[in-house]
């Protein structure tokens, strides 16, 4: 005679629940191609200023602020942890890095400033439910900070794309090696007043 424990009806309703909450956080290609996602004017720049600061390997994600010329003000570097894509999470975890590296601008009745995501993974650069829960959680991290919903960058062994727009290179690429800094070497200008603030973004300049 065999025993054992057959999951009670509760806990399978439970978790597929859980499991088609955390398949709603997810953004499909033509949902996000249909947001009106600003197009970055120069990609492979952005890409290779960033993958030259924060040198990522897959697994690593970086989230950076661009201001209206595309300069960059400020970025931060992390890495994902080791659980079920979930854009609840990823929200979460960027809106963390957010708060930590730039003021926020829910003061302002329209965004100035666009925070996009790079995030380095193994596979090629063909879409898949990951990708849907990092823009769900870029998205709603950018509502909640006062930020424009900029790119979403993969960047693989075979190089980077920006998707929902179809650009994309060779190089960077996961296993390259980074490239002299462009104009994006340039620290951002430090605000003129002192505070809480400028010591934020004095140590982001200095990274």
């Given at each position: 005679m065999?025993?054992?424990?057959?999951?009670?009806?509760?806990?399978?309703?439970?978790?597929?629940?859980?499991?088609a909450t955390s398949l709603?956080?997810?953004?499909?290609?033509?949902?996000w191609a249909a947001a009106g996602i600003p197009l970055?004017?120069?990609?492979?720049?952005?890409v290779s200023g960033l993958h030259s600061r924060h040198r990522p390997r897959p697994g690593a994600a970086v989230v950076a602020v661009l201001d209206a010329d595309e300069r960059l003000r400020a970025s931060a570097s992390f890495t994902r942890r080791?659980?079920?894509?979930?854009?609840?999470m990823f929200r979460n975890?960027?809106?963390?890095?957010l708060r930590r590296v730039i003021p926020h601008d829910l003061r302002r009745r329209t965004p100035i400033r666009t925070a996009v995501l790079l995030y380095c993974r193994d596979g090629d650069a063909r879409w898949t439910e990951e990708d849907g829960a990092w823009m769900w959680g870029l998205r709603d991290a950018c509502t909640l900070h006062g930020l424009r919903c900029?790119?979403?960058?993969?960047?693989?062994?075979?190089?980077?794309?920006?998707?929902?727009?179809?650009?994309?290179?060779?190089?960077?690429?996961?296993?390259?090696?980074p490239e002299?800094?462009?104009?994006s070497e340039a620290p951002p200008p430090l605000p003129r007043?002192?505070?809480a603030a400028s010591e934020v973004l004095r140590r982001v300049a200095a990274r």
């Open positions: 065999t025993f054992g424990f057959a999951p009670s009806t509760s806990t399978s309703a439970d978790l597929s629940t859980a499991s709603a956080r997810v953004l499909e290609p033509a949902e970055l004017r120069n990609p492979r720049e952005v080791p659980a079920p894509a979930d854009g609840w975890a960027l809106l963390a890095q900029g790119a979403y960058i993969t960047l693989t062994r075979d190089g980077w794309q920006v998707l929902g727009e179809g650009r994309g290179g060779r190089r960077p690429n996961a296993d390259s090696t002299p800094f462009a104009l007043t002192g505070g």
